[in-house]
């Protein structure tokens, strides 16, 4: 089967596309033919070996995918060959074929074709555990997404509205602040030319935001963190900017402050069942079209070096996808 691979650590333009050996399941194990799979930053970082989890070179990258049940292993009972699906792996589904966790692969909405099917986990899995089990945000509270026409940062400006939350959405240009608008967002700003800490104080009334959504790190967590509310809840997601920011502790002891980690993989890998239940709600969500994910690109997958550069070059509105079958 054909494969993207990772010889060596370094930049997307560094990936090959290659035949290697087909894959077999094990236990509790799904075999998936890959008909499409989603980008999301941390590909570009583990291609680098920037990231936390940093496989064994030579590896496929890719975790978001969605396909067709091709075999499953002992103990799968929940699906058969030939079952529309779609789920995550750590690493691997840029690839005509992936094996993915039985407890990480759900059966597909007809309503749902292969692209969104493939966009969707990541994004709304992460914002989804972010708001709800490490903020707990609550209908009413004030949420500033930074990133916020991005793959998370969209979904959690989508996400922070059905659950009543005032949004604030932060991003780099007017163009994308546009599409934050039409997810729902309630404020914008543009952060390359608005003072981020002051621009939150006036719009909240000096009060500050009740919760930020950083998935951005770099320059803007400081300030976003200065411009939170009393009892505030500042959620550390990602690092898009590259450079992982030294927060001055005084600041949550002040404002009593929390800084929440989110890790949604981890988080979905050691509670499934309390990861199935979100899921069942996204899903119920998306059915009932309360979720749209924007889908910016589909590119093939010879392309994806191409698509990891146009990601690594903040280029993208909400998702980029790479069809395989």
């Not at 094990?26 to 936390?52: H, M, R, S």
């Not at 914002?127 to 609550?138: E, N």
Request: glycine share 10%; net charge neutral.
């Amino acid at each position: 089967m054909k494969a993207i691979r990772c010889k060596a650590y370094g930049p997307p333009a560094s990936l090959v596309i290659e035949e290697v050996e087909n894959l077999k399941p094990n236990a509790k194990e799904v075999l998936v033919t890959v008909k499409a799979c989603g980008l999301n930053f941390p590909d570009t970082l583990i291609i680098q070996g920037l990231y936390q989890i940093k496989p064994e070179l030579p590896f496929t990258p890719g975790s978001d995918l969605a396909g067709i049940v091709k075999e499953v292993g002992d103990g799968v009972t929940h699906l058969k060959a030939g079952d529309e699906v779609f789920g995550f792996v750590a690493h691997g589904a840029l690839a005509e074929e992936v094996i993915v966790p039985s407890n990480a692969c759900f059966s597909k909405p007809p309503q749902m074709d292969f692209p969104i099917a493939a966009s969707f986990m990541m994004a709304y899995g992460t914002s989804f555990h972010a708001l709800k089990d490490r903020a707990k945000l609550k209908a009413g509270e004030t949420l500033l997404v930074l990133g916020a026409s991005g793959g998370v940062g969209l979904a959690a400006v989508e996400l922070g509205k059905l659950l009543g939350a005032r949004v604030i959405a932060a991003a780099s240009n007017d163009e994308k602040l546009a599409l934050c608008k039409s997810y729902g967002a309630d404020e914008i700003i543009n952060y390359n030319s608005q003072d981020l800490k002051t621009t939150l104080k006036e719009i909240t009334n000096w009060k500050g935001v009740d919760v930020v959504y950083d998935p951005v790190g770099g320059n803007y967590s400081e300030a976003a963190l200065r411009g939170t509310a009393w009892n505030g809840r500042f959620l550390v997601v990602g690092f898009a900017a590259g450079n992982i920011p030294k927060i001055p502790l005084n600041l949550p002891l002040l404002k009593g402050v929390s800084i929440v980690g989110v890790f949604w993989g981890g988080f979905a890998m050691k509670n499934p069942s309390e990861n199935m239940q979100n899921t069942m709600t996204l899903m119920k969500w998306y059915a009932q079209g309360k979720l749209k994910p924007h889908i910016h690109s589909i590119y093939g997958l010879e392309e994806t070096s191409m698509a990891l550069e146009e990601m690594i070059n903040r280029k993208v509105k909400g998702k980029l996808v790479i069809k395989v079958n």
